[in-house]
């Protein structure tokens, strides 16, 4: 089998003839080139997605959102400042709101958001007006672009819409603005919801067209800030009908949930999920691998090796015997892909994804079998 059979394999849980070793680093790349400092047997390199294989890894990227949004009647204006400050405002005819992105240091990836459409409940009209109106349209190629440009070396995840809570959450007014809407003015944030959850199963109908067989719902999922209640009644509903959505069409469907998830897993044992992708265990969050694995049986569990590992803390003894254990739990490494979890720091080193390749390419056969450690 080639590294995009296993990936699909395992995705829809059956057993393939090896592990699939497919972490994600654009973040390290993304830093390193900025600096100037990727290796010399990289610099040949023209795309990180083909610095995968000197490394022996596969590939299990994402990204390439099969919608794209348009907003027809309304402006949208994006101003830079001399220090790279991003402000977007959007101009409606009932009013206008705008957000504030501030750059990050160079050792980084990310334009944090610091200022949110929704302020108060001024901007109300304002963003029920936004998404009544916008519109949505395929956009296809991206995916086939990127897919094209890896071939069988792995496999390219094309995003679907968020659900509602994590948009509130993340994109639109921030952890803890949300909360408080929700509780003082909840007839108002429910009919927003809902208008949210139908504009989502929308985007959905062309999500669920797309020529790519796996759809990535990227919510990063954290039982930190969705409660069980919150999680049930504004996220779990969209994730159920995009698994449905996505079933219906042959599609795959994989949620990226990389925060603390042991209170949500009775939960999402009924989103229908055919994978978890970046679960991360202790000690950044708070469930193992095998405990998903035993929580969510079916379901295939994509993540295990901590950003830990690839600094400059543990041995390599160390890791060896770390990933000893979890292979010895995930056995047989049916519905098990491993990966970064979450992310590949900045700062790790390269040389301990060679140290994992080679045990991946030692141990990884399938099914696994126990070393008894």
């Avoid at 830093?31 to 610099?43: M, N, Q, T, V």
Wanted: with cysteine; glycine share 6%; proline share 8%.
């Amino acid at each position: 089998m080639n590294p995009r059979e296993r990936i699909l394999t395992a995705l829809n849980h059956q057993m393939g003839d090896h592990l699939t070793w497919a972490p994600y680093f654009r973040t390290w790349w993304d830093a390193h080139i900025r600096e100037g400092e990727i290796p010399a047997y990289l610099s040949h390199v023209d795309d990180y997605l083909h610095a995968f294989e000197p490394l022996g890894l596969n590939i299990l990227d994402k990204g390439a959102p099969a919608v794209n949004v348009s907003y027809p009647g309304m402006q949208v204006n994006i101003e830079t400042s001399p220090a790279g400050r991003i402000k977007t405002t959007y101009v409606t005819p009932v009013g206008s709101v705008y957000s504030l992105h501030q750059p990050t240091s160079a050792y980084d990836h990310t334009n944090y958001k610091i200022s949110y459409e929704f302020k108060s409940m001024t901007d109300y009209p304002v963003i029920m007006y936004i998404f009544e109106h916008m519109q949505f349209e395929s956009n296809y190629q991206e995916y086939l672009d990127k897919q094209a440009s890896i071939g069988d070396a792995g496999q390219y995840m094309s995003e679907g819409p968020d659900t509602p809570l994590h948009h509130l959450f993340v994109n639109l007014m921030g952890y803890e603005r949300t909360i408080y809407a929700l509780f003082d003015y909840p007839h108002e944030m429910e009919k927003l919801i809902g208008l949210m959850y139908e504009r989502c199963c929308e985007a959905l109908e062309i999500v669920v067209r797309s020529p790519a067989p796996v759809i990535l719902t990227p919510e990063n999922t954290n039982a930190d800030f969705e409660t069980p209640r919150l999680f049930a009644r504004y996220a779990l509903p969209y994730l159920q009908r995009a698994s449905e959505r996505c079933h219906t069409h042959g599609k795959l469907h994989v949620g990226h949930m990389c925060g603390k998830l042991k209170p949500l897993l009775p939960l999402l044992a009924t989103a229908g999920l055919d994978g978890i992708e970046s679960l991360t265990p202790p000690p950044y969050s708070d469930t193992y691998l095998w405990e998903a694995r035993q929580a969510l049986p079916g379901v295939c569990i994509i993540g295990g090796v901590s950003p830990h590992l690839l600094v400059g803390d543990w041995s390599r003894l160390q890791v060896e015997e770390y990933l000893h254990t979890l292979f010895d739990r995930m056995a047989p490494g049916d519905n098990f892909l491993l990966a970064v979890s979450d992310d590949t720091p900045a700062n790790a080193d390269l040389e301990r994804f060679l140290w994992v390749s080679e045990l991946v390419e030692k141990r990884g056969k399938l099914p696994l079998q126990s070393t008894g450690i």
